[in-house]
Nanobody
Framework: QVQLVESGGGLVQAGGSLRLSCATS????????LGWFRQAPGKEREFVAA????????DYGDSVKGRFTISRDDAKNAVYLQMNSLKPEDTAVHYC??????????????????WGQGTQVTVSS
Protein backbone atom coordinates (compact mmCIF):
# COMPACT_ATOMS: atom_id res chain seq x y z
CA GLN A 1 0.00 0.00 0.00
CA VAL A 2 1.44 3.32 -1.07
CA GLN A 3 1.39 6.10 1.49
CA LEU A 4 1.99 9.76 0.71
CA VAL A 5 2.53 12.42 3.36
CA GLU A 6 2.80 16.09 2.42
CA SER A 7 4.52 18.79 4.44
CA GLY A 8 5.85 22.30 4.00
CA GLY A 9 2.66 24.28 3.59
CA GLY A 10 2.04 27.52 5.41
CA LEU A 11 1.33 31.22 5.16
CA VAL A 12 3.50 33.37 2.91
CA GLN A 13 3.27 36.84 1.41
CA ALA A 14 2.75 37.36 -2.30
CA GLY A 15 6.04 37.08 -4.13
CA GLY A 16 7.45 34.67 -1.59
CA SER A 17 8.43 31.03 -1.87
CA LEU A 18 7.56 27.71 -0.29
CA ARG A 19 8.87 24.18 -0.79
CA LEU A 20 6.42 21.33 -0.40
CA SER A 21 7.63 17.82 0.33
CA CYS A 22 5.90 14.50 -0.22
CA ALA A 23 7.32 11.55 1.68
CA THR A 24 6.38 8.23 0.12
CA SER A 25 6.43 4.64 1.36
CA UNK A 26 5.15 1.25 0.35
CA UNK A 27 6.50 1.09 -3.18
CA UNK A 28 9.74 1.37 -5.08
CA UNK A 29 8.69 3.69 -7.89
CA UNK A 30 9.95 2.96 -11.38
CA UNK A 31 7.97 4.12 -14.41
CA UNK A 32 5.31 5.65 -12.20
CA UNK A 33 4.24 9.27 -12.22
CA LEU A 34 4.12 11.43 -9.12
CA GLY A 35 2.04 14.58 -9.26
CA TRP A 36 0.87 17.62 -7.37
CA PHE A 37 -2.68 18.92 -7.49
CA ARG A 38 -4.40 21.71 -5.59
CA GLN A 39 -7.93 22.58 -4.60
CA ALA A 40 -9.20 25.99 -3.55
CA PRO A 41 -12.52 26.39 -1.70
CA GLY A 42 -15.45 25.96 -4.04
CA LYS A 43 -13.25 24.91 -6.96
CA GLU A 44 -12.34 21.63 -8.60
CA ARG A 45 -9.02 19.96 -7.90
CA GLU A 46 -6.49 21.36 -10.38
CA PHE A 47 -3.38 19.83 -11.92
CA VAL A 48 -0.17 21.57 -10.83
CA ALA A 49 2.77 19.40 -11.89
CA ALA A 50 3.85 15.83 -12.57
CA UNK A 51 7.13 13.99 -12.89
CA UNK A 52 8.00 10.60 -14.34
CA UNK A 53 9.96 8.81 -11.65
CA UNK A 54 12.34 6.97 -13.96
CA UNK A 55 13.01 9.58 -16.65
CA UNK A 56 12.61 12.75 -14.62
CA UNK A 57 10.48 14.28 -17.36
CA UNK A 58 8.04 16.80 -15.94
CA ASP A 59 5.10 18.93 -16.95
CA TYR A 60 3.18 21.79 -15.37
CA GLY A 61 -0.22 23.38 -15.35
CA ASP A 62 -0.42 26.63 -17.29
CA SER A 63 -1.03 28.70 -14.17
CA VAL A 64 2.27 27.67 -12.54
CA LYS A 65 4.65 27.31 -15.49
CA GLY A 66 7.84 29.26 -14.95
CA ARG A 67 7.18 29.65 -11.21
CA PHE A 68 6.99 26.09 -9.82
CA THR A 69 9.47 23.23 -10.13
CA ILE A 70 8.79 19.57 -9.36
CA SER A 71 11.64 17.23 -8.47
CA ARG A 72 12.22 13.84 -6.92
CA ASP A 73 14.88 12.25 -4.74
CA ASP A 74 15.40 8.54 -5.37
CA ALA A 75 17.38 7.98 -2.21
CA LYS A 76 14.72 9.57 0.01
CA ASN A 77 11.77 8.31 -2.04
CA ALA A 78 10.38 11.82 -1.94
CA VAL A 79 8.89 14.35 -4.30
CA TYR A 80 9.17 18.10 -3.94
CA LEU A 81 7.40 21.16 -5.28
CA GLN A 82 9.40 24.37 -5.21
CA MET A 83 6.98 27.29 -5.47
CA ASN A 84 8.37 30.73 -6.28
CA SER A 85 6.72 34.08 -7.02
CA LEU A 86 3.62 32.97 -5.17
CA LYS A 87 0.35 34.75 -5.82
CA PRO A 88 -2.84 34.95 -3.75
CA GLU A 89 -4.54 32.76 -6.34
CA ASP A 90 -2.12 29.96 -5.42
CA THR A 91 -3.94 29.65 -2.10
CA ALA A 92 -5.29 26.10 -1.88
CA VAL A 93 -4.83 22.72 -0.28
CA HIS A 94 -2.01 21.06 -2.20
CA TYR A 95 -2.08 17.29 -2.66
CA CYS A 96 0.61 14.80 -3.61
CA UNK A 97 -0.57 11.89 -5.77
CA UNK A 98 0.89 8.74 -7.31
CA UNK A 99 -0.09 7.09 -10.58
CA UNK A 100 1.10 3.49 -10.45
CA UNK A 101 -1.12 1.98 -13.14
CA UNK A 102 -1.51 2.59 -16.83
CA UNK A 103 -3.70 5.59 -17.61
CA UNK A 104 -3.65 7.65 -20.78
CA UNK A 105 -3.37 11.00 -19.01
CA UNK A 106 -1.33 12.35 -16.12
CA UNK A 107 -2.97 15.74 -15.64
CA UNK A 108 -6.38 14.55 -14.47
CA UNK A 109 -7.33 13.45 -10.98
CA UNK A 110 -8.78 10.14 -12.15
CA UNK A 111 -5.37 9.05 -13.46
CA UNK A 112 -3.98 8.81 -9.92
CA UNK A 113 -4.71 5.94 -7.58
CA UNK A 114 -2.98 7.14 -4.41
CA TRP A 115 -3.36 10.49 -2.65
CA GLY A 116 -1.92 12.24 0.36
CA GLN A 117 -3.98 14.13 2.92
CA GLY A 118 -2.98 17.56 1.62
CA THR A 119 -1.16 20.58 2.99
CA GLN A 120 -2.56 24.10 3.12
CA VAL A 121 -0.80 26.90 1.25
CA THR A 122 -2.04 30.42 1.92
CA VAL A 123 -0.64 33.42 0.06
CA SER A 124 -1.52 36.85 1.44
CA SER A 125 -1.64 39.95 -0.73
Amino acid sequence: QVQLVESGGGLVQAGGSLRLSCATSGRAFSSDVLGWFRQAPGKEREFVAAINWSTGNSDYGDSVKGRFTISRDDAKNAVYLQMNSLKPEDTAVHYCAAKTRYFSTYDTTNAYNYWGQGTQVTVSS
